[in-house]
């Protein structure tokens, strides 16, 4: 299979044959399924834009003018900011790709800025919601000390569904948990004497639950009949609690709303966003800022006034 087309003595990339490439490329890099699957489905959908609408197929021949046409394309059928933006960026890291292979000197898009995007308030639960939460599941039956010990690690570690659901015996220790994260990244995470409670419970619970005949995958949270959890089933387990404690209906309940409960609290106490990026596995800072930007601004003057230099006089 020819990868190039030959054209007045220079050799061209195509974008589908570079897209294989690159999908090679993620999965060496051992980025999730999901993660792949995703850039996969977006790069796909740009080289089908290009070859369609602007009748270009090679990796050498896509201008920046190509795809500032497409975002103004996209704003006309009235696509959200961040919905174009995710297609930016995977198109990004794709091309970024293309010239460490050298197949381009320079991205196309190195001088495309992302869309503008609206400020999004998310609205997280309240230390009251959260309390509510873990009571509804107050029950010494497996799958309530389960459910408790689940919500408990959401709120306690931030940590994410997927890594919940792949969580192992081994990775949880005495005062902390070791997460096996994106990018096939593990990270330190510590336990609250009252998430180490809730689990030390849960372990018992499943222990005699199961009767001494559990998996031998060694997941530590299993479904009723000793199966890895699904996400579906961690968010209705979120789903249900939420309803039981009435939470207000503007906080969306699920895992991730956990997450970023977690952020913004550790925030509100004044946790440095270097620490609070180490503890949530994210790639960089500036991922982690967004969740600084997303607290309520009565939250920011409440925390500005508890730290006023003037006020330590």
């Given amino acids: 299979m020819a990868a190039v087309w030959q054209l007045k003595g220079a050799f061209l990339m195509l974008l589908a044959d570079a897209c294989t490439e690159y999908v090679f490329s993620c999965k060496v890099r051992r980025l999730s399924e999901k993660t792949i699957d995703n850039y996969r489905k977006q790069i796909l959908y740009w080289n089908r834009y290009l070859d369609e609408v602007c009748d270009v197929q090679e990796v050498e021949k896509v201008r920046p003018i190509h795809i500032k046409n497409f975002i103004i394309l996209k704003e006309k059928d009235k696509r959200k900011p961040a919905y174009i933006n995710d297609l930016l960026k995977a198109y990004r890291s794709f091309f970024n790709y293309c010239v460490e292979e050298e197949y381009i000197d320079e991205s196309p898009l190195a001088k495309v800025k992302n869309v503008k995007e609206p400020r999004v308030i998310i609205n997280t639960f309240t230390l009251t919601d959260i309390k509510k939460m873990?009571?509804?599941?107050?029950g010494a039956d497996y799958l309530s000390v389960r459910n408790r010990a689940i919500l408990a690690a959401l709120f306690d570690s931030g940590i994410r569904c997927a890594e919940l659901m792949s969580l192992t015996d081994d990775k949880v220790r005495e005062d902390y948990m070791l997460i096996h994260g994106k990018g096939d990244k593990e990270r330190?995470?510590?336990?609250?004497?009252?998430l180490s409670k809730?689990?030390?419970?849960y372990q018992?619970?499943?222990e005699s639950y199961f009767a001494g005949k559990l998996p031998p995958q060694g997941y530590t949270f299993l479904s009723k009949t000793g199966k890895?959890?699904?996400?579906?089933?961690?968010?209705?387990?979120v789903r249900n609690a939420s309803r039981a404690a009435k939470v207000d209906r503007s906080v969306r309940a699920s895992p991730h709303t956990c997450r970023h409960t977690f952020a913004q609290l550790q925030l509100k106490d004044g946790i440095d966003l270097y620490t609070l990026s180490r503890l949530m596995g994210h790639e960089?800072?500036?991922?982690?800022?967004?969740?600084?930007?997303?607290?309520?601004?009565d939250s920011i003057l409440?925390?500005?006034?508890?730290?006023?230099?003037?006020?330590r006089l």
């Fill in 198 to 201: 809730c689990m030390i419970r």
């Fill in 284 to 297: 960089n800072i500036a991922i982690t800022q967004r969740y600084l930007r997303g607290m309520k601004d």
């Fill in 302 to 311: 409440q925390e500005g006034n508890k730290h006023s230099p003037l006020m």
């Fill in 204 to 206: 018992r619970t499943r």
């Fill in 228 to 237: 890895k959890l699904t996400h579906e089933a961690v968010a209705k387990i």
């Fill in 188 to 194: 330190v995470v510590p336990k609250s004497p009252f």
């Fill in 134 to 138: 873990l009571d509804y599941y107050s």
